[in-house]
């Protein structure tokens, strides 16, 4: 069989919304035999940061950015109508209602279904995450040549 | 139509009823025929998009009310 299609996807936004939207087409590009990566940096990076538990990072500025901007699968917002929770509140019932995967159960079908999972070893060293701030599902943590060497390789490349 | 299993995903979004075919066929061998039951009108033109990516055929799709039937036959492992 010839080589498999790539399709490479930067996760740049922490919000609910597009976080869903990067894994939607994830798994559908797994779906349709393509070998993806998800790319993550910024704001992506609180995506994949674990739900449970704490990490030491370096510096008050860091300290402070970590509970200011904790992340975690479980803790993104709407990127619009948040209401002050509310909105992404309802959007998570409706989402239910209609059986539509939550971004945790998004992320462990990803895994099973082969996407690599990467974080941005740069925004990580910025914002003082170190490799224990992420989830099991985690794949590698790795720079901008990464990507870009995927990107080069790959028919489709989206940033989200 | 003569099919060997079949998938509801009834009540379902994408990408659910093509990822849960994605995993489905391979339960399947060569030459056999999978029925994909869904009312997501979205199917229409991705199980076409699905089969040509994957190699698979899509032998057709049969509409009564708002369910929508696909029906794919395997063609690889």
Known sequence: MEEKEKLTIVVFSGDLDRALAAFMLATTGASMGMDVTMFFTFWGLNVIKKNEGGWKSKGIMRKMLGVINRGGSKRLTLSKFNFLGAGTWMMKQLMKDTKMPSVEEFI????????????????????????????????????????????????TTLFI | ??????????????????????????????????????????????????????????????QTGAEIKSYVKKKHD
Request: charged letters at 25%; a neutral charge; glycine letters at 10%.
């Open chain 2, 1 to 62: 139509m003569k099919t060997d299993k079949t998938l509801d995903c009834v009540g379902l979004y994408c990408p659910m009823p093509i990822v849960k075919t994605a995993a489905k066929i391979k339960e399947l061998k060569v030459g056999e025929v999978l029925e994909v039951v869904s009312d997501d009108v979205g199917i229409k033109q991705d199980m076409p998009a699905w089969c040509e990516a994957t190699g698979h055929e899509c032998l057709g799709m049969e």
């Open chain 1, 108 to 155: 462990r079908m990803a895994k099973e279904m082969g996407v690599k999972l990467v974080a941005c070893t740069t925004t990580c060293g910025v914002m003082g995450l170190p490799a224990d701030a992420f989830r099991g599902e985690v794949t590698s943590m790795a720079g901008a040549a990464f990507f870009l060497g995927e990107a080069r390789k790959s028919k």
